[in-house]
């Protein structure tokens, strides 16, 4: 009996069966794949649960430096086209994606991204993906995945694109949001700030360079915070070849690749730190906007998580002046004190919301506020945002922006100035706030910002400014200077 159980099998053709492998698991892939589906079903930000995932898998023995900077290329690179490999996944499928299980989708978009965004020659991207799904999906599923994959691999990413977008000449935006991997509504919003600050370079070039600028991984940018370290300090901490001068701000040192922030004692010590350089000009504007009269006390309206409001209070000791870093949160409140710790000068942070202030009005010579916004102007740090926003979105913040706009001009004393910021270009989120706001006042009137950001070209014609990422290298910030009149 026992002979014939193990004997051939009829259906094999007289050889024995294949005994069953259990799938082997690939440490980086399946960080990746943990970290798409904390993004997609806790709404986490991959910024912020990568690093955690990383850390715990480079306690078990063979995960090394390779590993996690592969993880970390899968993760944003899959995030940031989701949407051009959603459209090719969907053109190899008899279903509609809806009705594709979220766990498979999401190993069939790492194999996409394996297999039409990086090198990783075919075959391996194919094989290494089914057995990650054998490990996360089970046999059943991986066969499905199998079959896709195979599908994909028969043409590069160019010859899917021209099969997938639809033809410009049809639908330029639906064309440009295949190609690009934005959503249509975030295509159009682009597009048409862009025609309203860059007119002369608002074209097909242009805005295709702008989404394609979204696409690509950011530099890492320090901040030598002034009076506690220099750009120059900065720079000779690291080997030469790891870091370069920022373009446009003087506290700003780029890192090049393989860079670590961590390796710079300053940043360690609290005295630097890492912040876009887009963020440092806007801090930087308002400290230098001309006030009449006092300079003593500054506020920061909407401090969280910190960084702006450590630079102001930074430049703030060098005056003698004090800064006021104010949040509505309580635990972006504690994020703000952290980055405050060890100013040289005096400095308070307090949690209070802007909308009620916690001060008498008039009491500030200088305000920012750099208000809660859709984001769509760091889409290239947090790429998830672009599928997680909606267009209602934007015109949901929209009474929060101008009330703590009107909040912040209450707060100025006359002949004092105030900063209207926020990450995004959405025009419903910047100039028509801004405008709708001075309309209903006399009491107000615009600065123009742009000598304030000196050398740095394409702002525009004034007098607020708008920073873009494939012009300044910068995050899409927006900044509005205004002084108080009476």
Known sequence: MSSQASGPSPKSGGKPPRPHRRPKKDPA???????????????????????????????????????????????????????????????????????????????????????????IPPHAAVSATVELARVVLGDGRAKFVNAVMRKISTQDLDTWLEQVAPPYAEDAEDHLAVLYSHPRWVVAALWDSLGVWQPQHCGRTAVSELLAADNERPAVTLVARPGRSTAEELRDSLPEEESEAGRWSPYAVRLVEGGDPAAVPAVAENRAGVQDEGSQ???????????????????????????????????????????????????????VAKALHGNPGPYAVITADGLRPAWRPESFDRVLVDVPCSGLGALRRRPESRWRRRPEDVANFGPLQRGLLESAIDATRPGGVVGYATCSPHLAETRVVVQGVLRGRTDVEFIDARPLLPGVPDLGEGPDVQL?????????MYLALLRKTS
Request: net charge negative.
């Open 29 to 119: 892939r399946m960080v990746a794949f943990t970290a798409l589906r904390a993004v997609d079903e806790r709404d986490a930000y991959a910024n912020l649960i990568l690093p955690s995932l990383l850390r715990k898998a480079e306690k078990n023995e063979g995960f090394e430096r390779r590993d996690a900077a592969f993880a970390t290329e899968l993760v944003y690179g899959t995030l940031r086209m989701r949407g051009t490999y959603d459209a090719i996944i969907g053109a190899c499928i008899d279903r509609p994606l809806s009705k594709v299980d979220p766990n498979v989708l999401d190993v069939l978009s790492l194999g996409a991204h394996q297999l039409l965004g990086t090198r």
């Open 281 to 335: 000009l806007v801090a930087a504007a308002l400290a230098a906007a001309p006030v009449e009269g006092r300079d003593e006390l500054w506020l920061d309206g909407c401090a969280g998580p910190g960084g702006k409001a450590a630079l102001l209070a930074a430049l703030a000791a060098q005056r003698d002046a004090v800064l006021v870093a104010s949040e509505s949160q309580p635990h972006r409140a504690a994020l």
């Open 468 to 476: 873009w990422p494939h012009l300044h290298g910068t995050d899409a």
